[in-house]
């Protein structure tokens, strides 16, 4: 059964500092995606990581893929307020054409001015 | 562009009532569909798919059923609602390819 973990599940930071959310899953994959959502809204894609070490940035969000490890990061730069969310990993298991995510725990990231 | 669409986006059913959410694709034609909950505080997980009309894939042993009786149409139903479907119900779309794009949502609430 593939299993995705996410760690931490709560964070609390400083705005102007830096910090990395780990994703770990327990299967092969060559795909991973993170997903970002705010309190009772939908998810908003932010990257998809299709092969082992895919690096994407997006402003001050940087994501990167080793699937030799089975892990993805996700690294803040300066954090900023607008950046309080969840943020979820996902892994796919695909067959037959379809790719049914399988996602982690999320974690809880509030920025404190 | 394509675009999906839910409804409602907030329902509130007494225990043992019917259900029935849709969603709705538009833009595009012979998606892949999926539906989604997240329970409270909690992640998602993946509840039914469907690759074409009338095929559905159910993931997990359950309370409720989807249907897909259009192309870009998928619904989700109960004929009697538990308290443990209270949710957050997200529906999803994929053209074949590994990114998916979800709907709004329906924030279920059983009582």
């Known amino acids: 059964e593939l299993k995705v973990e996410q760690n931490p599940l709560f964070l609390s930071m400083q705005e102007g500092k830096n910090y990395t959310i780990y994703c770990n899953y327990s299967?092969?994959?060559?795909?991973l995606y993170w997903y970002r959502q705010d309190p009772g809204k939908s998810l908003e894609s932010l990257f998809v990581?299709?092969?082992?070490?895919a690096v994407k940035q997006e402003g001050r969000l940087m994501a990167s893929l080793d699937t030799k490890a089975r892990l993805s990061t996700l690294h803040i730069t300066a954090a900023v307020h607008d950046l309080s969310a969840t943020y979820f990993c996902?892994?796919?298991?695909?067959?037959?054409?379809?790719?049914?995510?399988?996602f982690g725990t999320g974690t809880r990231l509030k920025v404190l001015a | 562009s394509q675009t999906i669409h839910q409804w409602p986006a907030t329902l509130v059913q007494p225990v043992g009532s019917p259900l029935s959410l849709e969603c709705t694709v538009e833009?595009?034609?012979?998606?892949?569909l999926y539906w989604y909950r997240q329970a409270a505080g909690r992640g998602l997980q993946l509840l039914f798919y469907?690759?074409?009309?009338?095929?559905i894939s159910s993931e997990v042993p359950q309370n409720l059923s989807a249907s897909r009786p259009q192309d870009r149409q998928f619904i989700l139903s109960s004929k009697k609602l538990l308290l443990s479907d209270s949710g957050f119900y997200l529906c999803?779309?994929?053209?074949?390819?590994?990114?998916?794009?979800f709907g709004q949502g329906t924030r279920l609430t059983v009582v």
């Open positions: 999803a779309w994929e053209k074949h390819s590994p990114e998916a794009f």
């Open positions: 299967t092969t994959s060559d795909r």
């Open positions: 990581l299709l092969s082992n070490g």
């Open positions: 996902a892994v796919d298991q695909s067959a037959s054409g379809t790719y049914k995510y399988i």
């Open positions: 833009g595009t034609s012979n998606p892949n």
């Open positions: 469907s690759v074409g009309i009338g095929q």
